[in-house]
C-alpha cells in the first residue's frame, strides 16, 4: 500500500493567515493526489484533485501543487469558515489510501 | 445534483455482519464507480471497496477477507456487508461516488455518513 504522511498535524493561524499544508507518498504518485476538508460531523468535501485542479465551485483561496512523492496545500488568506481537517488521499493505485489529517482551527 | 443516503443499523454485535445500503438520487448508480469508506470515532479514513455498476468490485486488502459490495440498480442503491465483527470495525461508514473520468478518481460526492457500533 501506498503510505501518505501529512505536516503539521495540527495548527493554529489567524484570519487572513496564509497556510500551507504538507503531504508525502511513500511512492511516486504522479500527479493523483487530492485534497479533502471535513468540518465537525460532517461528511469529507472533495477540494483540490489531481494535485492542482479546484473543484467546481470550490473557493479560488485553495490551492494545491506538487507531482511524484510531494505535494502542498494553500489557503492564501484563512477565513473562519475554513475551520476543519484537512487531509490528502492518493488516487494513483489500489487501496485508495488518506493522509493521517491536519487540523486547523483559529489563533 | 446527487445525494448519497446511507442506511442501516446503528448497533451490531460482536461477530455478526455488518449491512449498509447507500441510496442514491439525483442520477443514476450507472456509469459511475461507488465506494464505501469509513473512519472510527476521532480517527482518520480508510477506503473499503467499490463497485461499478456493472457488477466489478475492489476491495482492501485489509478487509477483503470480510467484505461484500453489491448493488441493485432497480432501485439505484449499493450495499456493504461485513462479516465478523469486532469493536475495531465501530466508525462512521460513507458511501461516496467517484468523479466519473476514469476507474481511480476521487470521491465527489458523499453521503452524511452513518455511525455503527459493534458492542453486545
Known amino acids: 500500500d501506498i503510505q501518505m504522511t501529512q505536516s503539521p498535524s495540527s495548527l493554529s493561524a489567524s484570519v487572513g493567515d496564509r497556510v500551507t499544508i504538507t503531504c508525502q507518498a511513500s511512492?511516486?504518485?504522479?500527479?493523483?493526489l487530492n485534497w479533502y476538508q471535513q468540518k465537525p460531523g460532517k461528511a469529507p468535501k472533495l477540494l483540490i484533485y489531481?494535485?492542482?485542479n479546484l473543484e467546481p465551485g470550490v473557493p479560488s483561496r485553495f490551492s494545491g501543487s506538487g507531482s511524484g512523492t510531494d505535494f502542498s496545500f494553500t489557503i492564501s488568506s484563512l477565513q473562519p469558515e475554513d475551520i476543519a481537517t484537512y487531509y490528502c488521499q492518493h488516487s494513483d493505485d489500489l487501496p485508495f489510501t488518506f493522509g493521517p489529517g491536519t487540523k486547523v482551527d483559529i489563533k | 445534483q446527487v445525494q448519497l443516503q446511507e442506511s442501516g443499523p446503528g448497533l451490531v454485535k460482536p461477530s455478526e455482519t455488518l449491512s449498509l445500503t447507500c441510496t442514491v438520487s439525483g442520477g443514476s448508480i450507472s456509469s459511475y464507480f461507488w465506494s464505501w469508506i469509513r473512519q472510527p470515532p476521532g480517527k482518520g479514513l480508510e477506503w473499503i471497496g467499490y463497485?461499478?455498476?456493472?457488477?466489478?468490485?475492489n476491495y482492501n486488502p485489509s478487509l477483503k477477507s470480510r467484505v461484500t459490495i453489491s448493488e441493485d440498480t432497480s432501485k439505484n442503491q449499493f450495499s456493504l456487508k461485513l462479516s465478523s465483527v469486532t469493536a475495531a470495525d465501530t466508525a462512521v461508514y460513507y458511501c461516496?461516488?467517484?468523479?466519473?473520468?476514469?476507474?481511480?478518481?476521487?470521491?465527489?460526492?458523499w453521503g452524511q455518513g452513518t455511525l455503527v457500533t459493534v458492542s453486545s
Open positions: 511512492q511516486d504518485i504522479s500527479n493523483f
Open positions: 489531481d494535485a492542482s
Open positions: 463497485i461499478y455498476y456493472s457488477g466489478t468490485t
Open positions: 461516496a461516488r467517484h468523479k466519473p473520468d476514469r476507474r481511480l478518481s476521487p470521491f465527489d460526492s
